[in-house]
């Protein structure tokens, strides 16, 4: 009977740990879909950002900015590894029509891993080498997120067209698409965070 009731206890408590789990989870996935309001993409957003986010851990709306930024170069960085492997297939095979379309796509990515590169760096610097400085980094971190979209959308309406195999060409596109939509979710997110950094300033500062 004490064995029976100890078994009972055990399971009592795993259930309730469990349903603290729940609540946890459902607490934080609230918590970033109110964040992830502003994006293009709020489904992705949330998914994204779910991992770093637990109920001892709730970032900030700049941390959340730098997950997102760091997610999309990480995607950026796979996007480039595999079409840099299609473009040497198709050179290797003297498929030329499809390698240079995929060349210039490589040459987009390549872009595009840069400016994600150079913007996470920037969004590390805001608000540690002083206020003043802070309007100089924002507009950096626009322009390069920025770019980087206008790179991804550029392969994506190229490749459209006939130049380069079916198969390819979706593989390609998709993962493209995928690094444009983090970038739009990131743009989002960091501009939700220097607004938010504006009003806490003219709160504190009137």
């Not at 879909?33 to 986010?53: F, H, I, K, N």
């Not at 913007?119 to 390069?144: A, C, I, P, Y």
């Amino acid at each position: 009977m004490a064995q029976m009731n100890l078994s009972l206890l055990v399971l009592f408590f795993t259930f309730l740990g469990f349903l603290g789990t729940i609540e946890s989870r459902s607490r934080a996935r609230s918590y970033l879909e109110a964040q992830c309001r502003s994006t293009l993409y709020s489904d992705l957003c949330v998914r994204t950002l779910l991992p770093y986010t637990s109920k001892r851990v709730v970032p900030s709306p700049q941390k959340i900015a730098q997950v997102s930024l760091a997610t999309c170069l990480s995607k950026a960085r796979v996007t480039k590894a595999y079409v840099d492997v299609i473009a040497e297939q198709f050179k290797k095979t003297k498929n030329l029509g499809e390698y240079h379309a995929v060349k210039d796509c490589l040459q987009q990515i390549n872009n595009g891993v840069n400016q994600i590169t150079q913007s996470v760096k920037e969004l590390r610097q805001m608000g540690t080498d002083g206020e003043e400085k802070f309007v100089w980094h924002e507009s950096n971190v626009q322009s390069w997120v920025s770019a980087a979209l206008t790179d991804t959308t550029t392969c994506i309406d190229g490749i459209l067209g006939d130049e380069i195999g079916s198969r390819e060409k979706r593989m390609i596109k998709a993962r493209f698409l995928n690094v444009k939509q983090l970038a739009s979710n990131s743009l989002a997110l960091f501009n939700r965070f220097t607004a938010k950094h504006r009003a806490s300033r003219a709160v504190r500062n009137p």
